[in-house]
């Protein structure tokens, strides 16, 4: 069984998390005070170890996104696990190879590609920078699910490797980095490259730093010109593509590389986390230190994610924990431990609405079930006292009787 640890703080909120591991296992965290493990879903298998996931956080009809080590793409539904559609990314000419695996995943909310309303959207990126859009049928059976209509496919980077990629809030603009290739901002509307980093100069000593992206994210949600990148070399930058094609801020976080960035709803804090097991909150305009997290991680940090709508952020990693943090004192609310590596987390954020909607069915029978128990209760009673009064029907006549024998000994 997963061991939970609490700590003494007020409790965790009540919230509902899903992780991803490197034997392709989904797990569902629901949270009331204690976080546990309520399902488990697929069988453990290293090659359908997931490696990008996206989710549709909506209330009705959500789904989520996985990409797996052998190159399959599955939409499922968050709610109950059912797969909804499967599709290959790789060609049938093609071998599956961890060279050009899937590394960015991205569900859209909005139709694309004159998707109908049985379809999905998704983006894809591999690590040679192959990027496709392409609409997912979702039908019963699995057979029936696949590509829709064309696909639009474009590269990304002449050479490297891609490493990250992210999607703005309003879905209209793209950003990948990687292993020698710079930071580059894409129009998915036109499938066009708009703006590309430029390295930064070499240091004191003359030193060049070797571009080295690990992790990346827009800062805010309406502004698409402001990200955050993480770098191999512990370096955390902010870029504006409005104002140069160079770092706006640059500073060093710790001495092991970026892994995971995460932006804030308030548009300018950004929580990090590194390959030692560091997580942090910084205040990305002047790039101060706001205070580290308490309680040490023993495990690479891979994915660190904000919840839109309450006052904590989820970490996972190699360390097989899940942790759940409170921003503001930035203490350990909970932490519960999933026994393998984990790759990705994710949060549910519409499953308290969904479970305040009971059927009207269930709603029916409820109801006759307390009108019959408001039925029998008198009916009980009355049982009762009826057993009650025989009792004492029981007892009088036995007095009676005692009190004849006494007076006949008497006369």
Same mark, same amino acid.
């Given at each position: 069984?997963?061991?939970?640890?609490?700590?003494?703080?007020?409790?965790?909120?009540?919230?509902?998390?899903?992780?991803?591991?490197?034997?392709?296992?989904?797990?569902?965290?629901?949270?009331?005070?204690?976080?546990?493990?309520?399902?488990? @879903?697929?069988?453990?298998?290293?090659?359908?170890?997931?490696?990008?996931?996206?989710?549709?956080?909506?209330?009705?009809?959500?789904?989520?996104?996985?990409?797996?080590?052998?190159?399959?793409?599955?939409?499922?539904?968050?709610?109950?696990?059912?797969?909804?559609?499967?599709?290959?990314?790789?060609?049938?000419?093609?071998?599956?190879?961890?060279?050009?695996?899937?590394?960015?995943?991205?569900?859209?909310?909005?139709?694309?590609?004159?998707?109908?309303?049985?379809?999905?959207?998704?983006?894809?990126?591999?690590?040679?920078?192959?990027?496709?859009?392409?609409?997912?049928?979702?039908?019963?059976?699995?057979?029936?699910?696949?590509?829709?209509?064309?696909?639009?496919?474009?590269?990304?980077?002449?050479?490297?490797?891609?490493?990250?990629?992210?999607?703005?809030?309003?879905?209209?603009?793209?950003?990948?980095?990687?292993?020698?290739?710079?930071?580059?901002?894409?129009?998915?509307?036109?499938? %066009?490259?708009? @703006?590309? %980093?430029?390295?930064?100069?070499?240091?004191?000593?003359?030193?060049?730093?070797?571009? @080295?992206?690990?992790?990346?994210?827009?800062?805010?949600?309406?502004?698409?010109?402001?990200?955050?990148?993480?770098?191999? !070399?512990?370096?955390?930058?902010?870029?504006?593509?409005?104002?140069?094609?160079?770092?706006?801020?640059?500073?060093?976080?710790?001495?092991?590389?970026?892994? %995971?960035?995460?932006?804030?709803?308030?548009?300018?804090?950004?929580?990090?986390?590194?390959?030692?097991?560091?997580?942090?909150?910084?205040?990305?305009?002047?790039?101060?230190?706001?205070?580290?997290?308490?309680?040490?991680?023993?495990?690479?940090?891979?994915?660190?994610?904000?919840?839109?709508?309450?006052?904590?952020?989820?970490?996972?990693?190699?360390?097989?924990?899940?942790?759940?943090?409170?921003?503001?004192?930035?203490?350990?609310?909970?932490?519960?431990?999933?026994?393998?590596?984990?790759?990705?987390?994710?949060?549910?954020?519409?499953?308290? %609405?969904?479970?305040?909607?009971?059927?009207?069915?269930?709603?029916?029978?409820?109801?006759?079930?307390?009108?019959?128990?408001?039925?029998?209760?008198?009916?009980?009673?009355?049982?009762?006292?009826?057993?009650?009064?025989?009792?004492?029907?029981?007892?009088?006549?036995?007095?009676?009787?005692? !009190?004849?024998?006494?007076?006949?000994?008497?006369?």
């Amino acid at each position: 069984m997963p061991r939970t640890t609490t700590l003494e703080c007020p409790g965790c909120p009540s919230l509902r998390a899903l992780t991803f591991d490197i034997l392709g296992l989904i797990k569902v965290i629901e949270a009331k005070e204690v976080p546990k493990v309520v399902e488990r @879903w697929g069988e453990p298998d290293a090659s359908r170890c997931v490696l990008a996931t996206s989710i549709l956080d909506r209330q009705f009809d959500p789904l989520l996104g996985v990409a797996r080590r052998n190159g399959l793409i599955e939409v499922l539904s968050p709610v109950n696990g059912d797969v909804r559609a499967s599709i290959s990314n790789q060609n049938q000419s093609d071998k599956v190879s961890e060279d050009n695996s899937v590394i960015g995943l991205h569900l859209f909310r909005k139709e694309r590609l004159d998707s109908s309303s049985r379809s999905c959207t998704l983006l894809t990126c591999t690590i040679k920078g192959q990027a496709s859009m392409k609409c997912v049928k979702m039908s019963k059976s699995l057979e029936d699910s696949g590509v829709e209509g064309t696909q639009t496919a474009w590269n990304v980077s002449g050479s490297g490797s891609i490493l990250c990629s992210k999607v703005d809030a309003d879905e209209n603009y793209a950003l990948f980095g990687g292993k020698g290739v710079e930071v580059n901002i894409w129009d998915l509307n036109q499938c %066009a490259k708009i @703006w590309t %980093a430029k390295s930064p100069p070499k240091n004191s000593l003359g030193i060049f730093t070797p571009t @080295w992206f690990t992790s990346a994210t827009f800062l805010c949600k309406d502004d698409h010109r402001k990200f955050v990148a993480g770098t191999n !070399s512990h370096q955390v930058r902010l870029y504006d593509i409005s104002a140069q094609r160079r770092p706006v801020v640059s500073f060093d976080f710790r001495e092991t590389p970026i892994k %995971a960035v995460a932006e804030d709803v308030d548009g300018h804090t950004i929580y990090i986390g590194n390959g030692s097991g560091d997580l942090a909150s910084i205040d990305i305009r002047t790039g101060k230190l706001l205070g580290s997290f308490l309680g040490k991680c023993s495990g690479s940090i891979r994915s660190i994610v904000r919840h839109p709508e309450l006052p904590v952020i989820a970490s996972c990693g190699l360390d097989s924990y899940l942790r759940i943090w409170d921003v503001k004192s930035r203490q350990l609310l909970s932490a519960v431990f999933l026994k393998q590596h984990l790759s990705s987390v994710v949060f549910d954020t519409k499953f308290s %609405a969904r479970e305040a909607q009971v059927p009207p069915q269930q709603q029916e029978t409820d109801e006759t079930l307390q009108m019959e128990e408001e039925e029998g209760m008198p009916v009980k009673r009355k049982k009762s006292s009826k057993e009650h009064s025989g009792s004492m029907k029981v007892k009088t006549k036995k007095r009676s009787k005692r !009190s004849k024998e006494d007076i006949s000994d008497a006369a």
